[in-house]
């Protein structure tokens, strides 16, 4: 076998037979042999970034490995972004990119690039093969360490002369890779003990709260979430990673937290003197000013990461325990049934779980079918009519910036895997061709691309693949006309002092139009300009035979609230009208003692109509 | 810590340093006991969380096998240093021998202007001795080995 029969060998042994490529000089002997393979497909993209996002947005609708595939030089530096992007929302990728020949590494050859000193930072290991014997070996621990523990990308860089020279071992598979320098940790008995100690916590508690992550999803824990939560009714929020991992339908979960999360949630992990973290790192994003987190001094944080770094990284734990989530919460299943089942040990406390549903309703839903003060749509408009035809299997797709924030807002979503976003990095343009990869990952489910102006036009080439690979996904497009969220920063924070975040010309007009943009991709679409045509449309999109394009014209200067002060707490942020608000203006601090129980006002301080959308009224 | 002998290991190791604002002090590196496995030793600075951190973010590389932080009290430390020294007569010559001898170091070159001591210890002496030789002569140039160290007694950081 030479090495590109290897390769092909491992991918078809191990079922991974979709790949996202682009080929190039120093790839040719892996793709001359992907030209006799009829088991692999491989979704030609159109530029090495979307290679790499795809393979990433399909890991993340399928829960299994993507694979990508690219030249040397540009072609692997080109999937630098795309690394660092599945590194830091922990999705198993692996990579691997042709390299220069053996003999012409470190020569400054055509097309050569230093890729594994490149991608080291972003990738959580990476090899370059300079012996053939060695490949097998490579690609199946590269395999193995993207799928296990804390997934993660895995680059493979492979010098021309190693795809076509010949193995000289008669198996040059391993069965299986072991790894003395990497045990992905699973469970132990003392994560029993601290799950023991846990549960003392929580079942004295008056205000537990769990804050589902994007763990939760990445280890299959939904349904052990789901009971305990059910168990032990504790409310739930989830960061923007977590969405999806239970249903927002569920009465339980309050929804997202953080910097745009609804201000139910930063009510919850603000009053909460106990919190359950479940596969969450505490970014920045969900925990606003360290120095005021957890809002509740006093209260006690529970952590359970596979990560043993991340557990206190940014807030001291109390109870850390490493493990494998889904069998962590198995035992604390166990644990509390147990429990349960003993009357001496008392119930839950009672008090908490009667008021979330009330604080689950109290969030107001804004009347956005009115159109903004220039006339056009504002954005919740586009999300609530979107609410209305999702299905369950339905997956949803963001670019970055305001529309995700939407999205992440608003939706609701029932299913772990249905919601695809570019978290810890954030980056722009990842949206689409993950929308590529969640599709073919996932070709029964409806695919929803909810994409910006701004970071649409950072990939829409991909116009090309989805037209040429027969790949539908409803794009829609909430065009602004502006990078929002900058702008909405810049609206807040720098005076309306607009540097750089108009993307129409001073005439007003806006290019690229995107519906003749789709047209000249052989694709349907259409132009909303008016609330009322948005549900139609959106039905239209669905009924289409390929990848329809929906262009939404919504309000120029439409904010995404709240917001949390940059900076600020958990519990400071900007609300409509542009105003600095507390949580407490909207909710009365929970009551601490029995006699303060008796007399609490469940209902809410403000009446008031929030999380409208500021231009309804200026 | 012990880690895999691979190209591009000590690359990852100081760039994880990098990236995440930790400071190396020091750093020495050789084979270890065992084929295939180096030995590593870095001494960094850093309050109890940040070194915390770094044990737990070494840990995470793949290719580092074992790491440890090892308790300054159950640790036996050493240093190598070699320091080239300009001398301006022989009363300086003397002087420096005389040091040399306290600290039971070597003189391992000698030229008509200069001498090249060697000097191992714990990091304390290797500083007093670079300091009291530096009031003697003018100091040329320096090459020091990072800390060098193993637990004290049977405890050990190995494969086994």
Known sequence: MNGSEIITKILKDTGNTTLFGYPGGAIMPFFDQLYSEDQIRLILVRHEQSAGHAADGFARASGKLGVCVTTSGPGATNLVTALANAYYDSSPVLAFSGQVSTWLIGNDAFQEADVVGSTMAVTKQNYQVKDVDKLGRVFKEAMYIATTGRPGPVFIDLPKDIQTADCTMADPIPETVELISYNPRVFSKGASLQIKRSLDILMNAQYPVIIAGGGVALANANKELEELVNLMRIPVVYTMMGKGVLSDDHPYVLGMLGMHGRKRSNFAVSEADAILALGTRFSDRITGDLSHFPGQPNAKIIQIDIDTAEIGKNVPIDVPIVADLKLALQEFLDQVKRRLADPKNGTMKSWWYKYIKELKESSGIPDASRPGKTGRIVPEKIMFELNKILRPDDIVVTEVGQAQMYAAHYLNLRKPRTWISSGGLGTMGFGFPASIGAKVAKPGSEVWLVAGDGSFQMNLHELATVKQNDIKVNIIIVNNQYLGMVRQWQELLYEKRYSYTCLACKDGHYYPDFVKLADAYGLEGTRVEKPDQVAEALVQARKAEQTYVIEMMVEPESNILPMLLPGGALNQFYSRRKEKKSIYDWYYRLPRTDAEQNDYKVERISKEEDDVNVFFEE | ?160
Request: proline share 2%; hydrophobic share 40%; net charge neutral.
């Open chain 2, 1 to 160: 810590m012990l880690v895999y002998d691979h190209p591009g290991v000590m690359m990852k190791i100081t760039g994880m340093f990098a990236r995440r604002g930790f400071n190396i002090s020091n750093i020495s590196v050789g084979h270890s006991e065992r084929p295939g496995f180096s030995r590593i030793t870095i001494m960094a600075e850093g309050d109890e969380a940040t070194i915390e951190q770094i044990i737990k973010q070494l840990h995470k590389l793949i290719d580092v096998v074992k790491v440890q932080h090892l308790d300054p009290q159950r640790t036996t430390m050493r240093e190598a240093s070699l320091v080239k020294v300009n001398v301006k007569d022989n009363q300086a010559r003397q002087e420096i021998m005389t040091l040399v001898e306290i600290y039971k170091g070597k003189v391992i070159d000698v030229t008509s202007k200069t001498m090249t001591l060697e000097i191992v210890g714990t990091q304390r002496k290797v500083d007093s001795f670079i300091d009291l030789i530096s009031e003697i002569g003018t100091i040329k140039e320096i090459a020091r080995s990072g800390v060098l160290a193993l637990y004290r007694g049977e405890e050990s950081i190995t494969l086994d």
